[in-house]
């Protein structure tokens, strides 16, 4: 047991920020830069990030013409804890590897987490980074709320999944770093979240605390659910 005057030692965590994304269902804007009160989204999450205490640095991942941009807004913005800006690859998966390949010597659990979430909060993430160090691996998520149906080839309902078993994945996700990197020397197929990789190993994912309000941007019309988010935190 730890005594009164004793701390709980900190792991260095390094956040790993994909941003290289073509933005192809946005019908041309760029949402990484799109603005939220005059703020670009990229912003608002990596503000995020910063704000949480167990975050030791931040490894932004973006288009290789667009880091002076990136650059420029980082300073603009005073984000002290961005350690690195590199060039992303042709998916997101090459991107997160190159970012993880960039994180400092230090690193002991890497959080991954989306540039287009800037709802995300310290607590979400704090959760999460609590439930890597328990086991090696988390994500943040949130229970199904709606009927989820199994459909077959011809569009007719083939079955009533569970809910109660059944979660939607968001980011953050965190792993123990050697963990991680030895799932991505294994991989053989593509995955559309990092969780995959370690499920593939046999390894356990815990899940936490995640929030409705953590969505992902990805159309035009997350960016009008986007302005009600934030008229909500701000009101």
């Known amino acids: ?45 990596l503000m995020a990030l910063e704000r949480c205490r167990s975050i030791a640095e931040i490894v932004l991942v973006v288009p290789d013409d667009q880091i002076p941009d990136y650059l420029r807004l980082v300073g603009e913005f005073q984000l002290k804890k961005v350690a690195v800006i590199t060039k992303g690859g042709d998916s997101r998966q090459q991107s997160v590897a190159m970012g993880v390949a960039a994180v400092s010597e230090r690193c002991e659990y890497v ?24 086991c090696g691996a988390a994500t943040a998520a949130t229970p199904l709320r709606d009927t ?17 078993q059944l979660y939607l994945v968001q980011t953050p996700q965190v792993f123990e770093l050697n963990l991680y990197r030895e799932a991505q020397a294994l991989a053989i197929d593509d995955y559309t979240d990092d969780c995959q990789l370690i ?37």
């Open 1 to 45: 047991m730890l005594s009164f005057f004793q701390k709980k030692p900190a792991h260095f965590v390094s956040a790993v920020v994909p941003a290289a994304g073509l933005s192809s269902r946005m019908e041309g804007i760029n949402k990484m830069l799109a603005e939220i009160d005059g703020i670009p989204i990229i912003i608002h999450t």
């Open 199 to 235: 499920e593939a190993m046999g390894h356990r994912v815990m899940l936490t605390q995640g929030s409705v309000f953590n969505i992902k941007l990805t159309t035009p019309e997350d960016l009008i659910l986007a302005e009600g988010i934030y008229d909500h935190y701000e009101g």
């Open 148 to 164: 989820l149906k199994q459909a077959d080839s011809e569009g007719f309902v083939r079955s009533t999944l569970p809910r109660e």
């Open 111 to 134: 959080c991954i987490h989306d540039g287009a979430r800037p709802f995300v909060t310290a607590d979400i993430v704090e959760d999460c980074i609590d439930g890597a160090v328990s």
